[in-house]
């Protein structure tokens, strides 16, 4: 990183800063002496061999330009030397005082010692090293006289000169962390830590002073000081070399990390972190039948999804660790295979807990991301409302709360991941926002790009869904607002463009082996209608705590994951009322209207009036046309709802909270209590996992399956059976398997579908399992049946207990020809020849 450079020459260690103890040439004990117009700080540990030099170059120089720098002094901030640098003779010099800590605890400490004993109307800082020339004052110099709080010396802009390079890997690391830097503290600044600074004197000690860092980091968390406090920073050109004997280890790098972390959480207020630890412990809560024992414990809701999701973690950890690609697998639909980017592997979750996979299996890995991304979802939710709509935290936390844990998210949390975790759509939103504003167009642009690219690797129909949303509301506040989107739309089109610019390198290839690769295909389509039911928005949920009805519920949506609606009447009577009241304000007219429109457009191409024959074309017939919405189900639409719920609930209660008035305080959080309790959700149901059979648990499968073989369960596992994912998983994904749960093309036109490419024997045995009917099984179904195995690649067949499961023993058995074995739990044909 930028973060610490060659010329940081301080070492530093934990701890708290102290005032320093008398010094060799003076007994100042670190006060401040009497005014001069100079102060140079020169923070020094171990530097008896380059002290000396630096300070007689020092001296030479600001005594041959008085007429220019006026009065001044040096200041030594020892950190606690233990060579002879309290000894050096240049100490002696006149103008030369030594203030000193007691031991070592970092460059910070120094710095903050250093500073806080100068008189100088202005303070230079500069390393023990110079590897800026001291010359180079006069640059810094001229920009403080600018009327800049702070001119830095630059190794990044242009006109500087670099003499001699660092090492290379520094370089590199340093221009990353320089990144991180402005990313995250300092924004606009491209070298923070060029140990050359030139501040004013009264500013540079009230931001050293409340300093709190006592390492590297000190150097960003005094200019984030002075930047927060909206003070003009120069950023200065610089001659500059690289010096021998540099005290920047290998761990300097991570530490300047946790500086900036310290930084970050240095912001929060302790509010904040209540409201993180409350929506860590709400998503455990409602996880809570999985969470502390994921091993063993199904959700039921989630029909096969789990078993899906647990296979994708799987199997991108292993791709990863055999270097394989991880956009494609043939473990399950072998031998055609999977293409993974196609199946939203959710590679932005699933890569970065990957080490946990390996370590700890699939199903922690899911359970703990499910849970800490649902809770990430609602703290960013919060910090976009907070930074945007309202300033009172306890209705930003209502408001998050009902944006990430509305009855549709507690639906989709049984078993959609990448419904579930949803933290950059705030980010994303709060990003194009900056963009509309036309401050910092470029970064802000290339930010956003960045942070399109990740979204698509968390998922990419949340990701057009969120879009949606966008522009609904950003139409409606425009219609409202309309000079507000005159000024907007410039900076805002040119930073989208720029977004684009950036995002579209980084997923062209993942795009293309989406949309062209190997078991690509074109689009999934989900029946003609399925949309909600108007109702929907009016019912509660299966999982409402109070209210909660499974089969009225299940009516009204396709099944228990895809309840995209069910805010409760109670909810919507209280948005019409918040909208009413609040009518004047643009905002309120832009989420009511948004809310509204993406209740409408969830309809679906046809809506049907409640309790009547009568049925309207909806406007979704429109939007379905445009590429990629034709995969969309519709009523997920409902689900943009959520946080515009979320916000008009935030305005209304921070209202309601600065009310006088007694009575308007007690009746306005009577309606908000009233209208969430009933959607309050239950904990997810859960159920004992079924044990996966001895014969994959003990490995016994492993002397029926050659290599290049697969196994083969039957009826083949499909998106209604997919337990045999779970095997696999629990085999170490040592097998391969045919048919599956996943989405692949059919047909010559590719047309997508839910699992492998039905095959003649694999339906007849399912068929066989749903009706317990076996058909008459004559050579023409055993050499079909021959055919499908040998396709498979088939080295053993397994029937595992299930309905109807001596049913399909008799069935396999008179396909082969052979009667089955029982071994391990399960029934087994192995299918080589003498066997």
Not at 184 to 199: S, Y
Not at 292 to 309: A, K
Request: hydrophobic content about 45%; proline content about 7%.
């Amino acid at each position: 990183m930028t973060a610490p450079t060659e010329s940081t020459e301080n070492s530093e260690n934990s701890g708290n800063s102290r005032n320093g103890e008398n010094g060799e040439n003076n007994g100042d004990n670190g006060e401040r002496r009497e005014s001069v117009d100079l102060s140079v700080v020169v923070p020094a540990y171990n530097e008896e061999e380059r002290l000396g030099p630096t300070l007689d170059a020092v001296t030479r120089y600001l005594t041959d330009n008085e007429s220019r720098f006026g009065s001044w002094e040096v200041v030594v901030s020892d950190d606690g030397s233990t060579d002879g640098t309290r000894e050096v003779a240049a100490l002696g010099h006149p103008r030369v005082r030594l203030v000193t800590a007691d031991r070592n605890r970092g460059k910070g400490n120094a710095l903050r010692l250093g500073v806080a004993a100068t008189g100088g109307s202005r303070v230079l800082v500069t390393d023990a090293d110079l590897a800026a020339p001291i010359e180079e004052l006069e640059r810094l110099d001229k920009a403080l006289s600018e009327g800049n709080a702070a001119a830095i010396g630059s190794r990044a802009v242009p006109g500087s000169e670099i003499a001699h390079h660092q090492h290379r890997l520094r370089e590199l690391l340093g221009r990353a962390g320089n990144l991180l830097i402005r990313a995250t503290a300092v924004p606009g600044l491209r070298d923070t830590q060029c140990g050359f600074k030139l501040f004013d004197g009264e500013r540079a000690r009230e931001a050293f002073a409340d300093s709190r860092l006592d390492g590297w980091g000190i150097d960003v968390e005094v200019l984030q000081h002075l930047h927060r406090s909206g003070l003009p920073i120069a950023e200065v050109p610089v001659r500059w070399s690289h010096q021998p004997g540099s005290k920047v280890g290998p761990l300097a790098y991570p530490r300047v990390l946790a500086d900036l972390a310290l930084l970050r959480l240095r912001r929060l207020r302790p509010a904040d972190l209540l409201v993180a630890v409350l929506f860590l412990a709400l998503s455990v809560a409602l996880y809570s039948g999985r969470f502390f024992d994921p091993g063993h414990r199904y959700l039921v809701d989630s029909l096969q999804d789990q078993n899906q999701w647990e296979w994708f973690f799987a199997v991108t950890a292993d791709n990863l660790a055999h270097f394989r690609n991880p956009l494609f697998s043939d473990l399950q639909g072998f031998p055609d295979g999977v293409n993974l980017m196609a199946n939203t592997v959710m590679l932005g979750v699933s890569v970065p807990f990957a080490p946990l996979t390996l370590l700890a299996g699939p199903a922690v890995s899911l359970s703990v991301c499910m849970a800490l991304g649902l809770a990430a979802t609602a703290v960013a939710w919060y910090w976009l409302i907070v930074r945007r709509v309202v300033r009172h935290r306890g209705a930003a936390f209502v408001g998050a709360a009902l944006a990430a844990f509305a009855p549709p998210m507690v639906s989709h949390a049984n078993a959609h991941p990448n419904f579930v975790i949803l933290f950059m759509i705030p980010l994303i939103i709060d990003r194009a926002l900056r963009l509309a504003t036309g401050e910092r167009v470029r970064r802000d642009g290339i930010v956003l790009g960045v942070m399109a690219a990740y979204q698509v690797f968390l998922g990419e129909e949340p990701f057009l869904l969120a879009a949606l949303g966008m522009v609904l509301f950003a139409a409606a506040y425009a219609a409202v607002r309309p000079q507000v989107a005159k000024e907007a739309w410039r900076p805002l089109g040119k930073g989208l463009l720029l977004a684009g610019a950036v995002c579209l390198p980084l997923v062209a290839f993942p795009l293309y082996w989406q949309f062209s690769g190997p078991q690509s295909y074109h689009s999934v389509l989900h029946g003609d209608n399925a949309g909600n039911s108007p109702l929907s928005l009016l019912a509660f949920s299966e999982r409402s705590m109070l209210f909660g009805d499974a089969g009225r519920a299940n009516e009204l949506s396709l099944n228990p994951t895809e309840q995209n609606a069910f805010y409760g009447w109670p909810l919507v009577l209280l948005a019409f009322a918040i909208v009413v009241r609040l009518w004047q304000r643009p905002l309120v007219r832009a989420l009511a209207f948004t809310s509204v429109a993406a209740a409408v457009l969830s309809m679906g191409p046809e809506i049907r009036i409640p309790l009547t024959d009568t049925v309207y074309p909806g406007p979704w017939a429109a939007v379905r046309k445009f590429p990629l919405f034709e995969s969309v189900i519709e009523g997920r639409v409902a689900m943009i709802c959520a946080p515009a719920l979320g916000l008009l609930l935030a305005l209304a209660l921070e209202k309601v909270l600065a009310a006088r008035r007694i009575g308007t305080l007690y009746f306005g959080l009577l309606g908000v209590a009233l209208a969430l309790l009933p959607i309050l959700p239950a904990p997810l149901k859960s159920v004992p996992r079924a044990p996966v059979p001895e014969f994959i648990s003990s490995g016994m499968w492993k002397s029926y399956v050659g290599r290049g073989e697969s196994l083969v369960p039957l009826p083949l596992p499909d998106p209604g059976a997919a337990e045999a994912l779970h095997w696999q998983t629990a085999a170490g994904l040592g097998f391969k398997l045919p048919g599956g749960y996943f989405n692949g093309p059919y047909g010559k036109d590719r047309a997508g579908i839910y699992g492998a490419v039905p095959r003649f024997t694999s339906d007849m045995l399912r068929n066989v399992r749903y009706s317990g009917k076996i058909p008459v099984i004559g050579k023409n179904w055993r050499a079909q049946a021959k055919k499908d195995f040998a396709y498979w690649k088939a080295g053993v067949l397994v029937v595992a207990p299930q309905p109807n499961d001596d049913k399909l023993r008799q069935a396999v058995e008179a396909l082969t020809g052979k009667p089955g074995k029982w071994t391990g739990g399960v029934w087994v044909w192995d299918l080589h020849e003498g066997s």
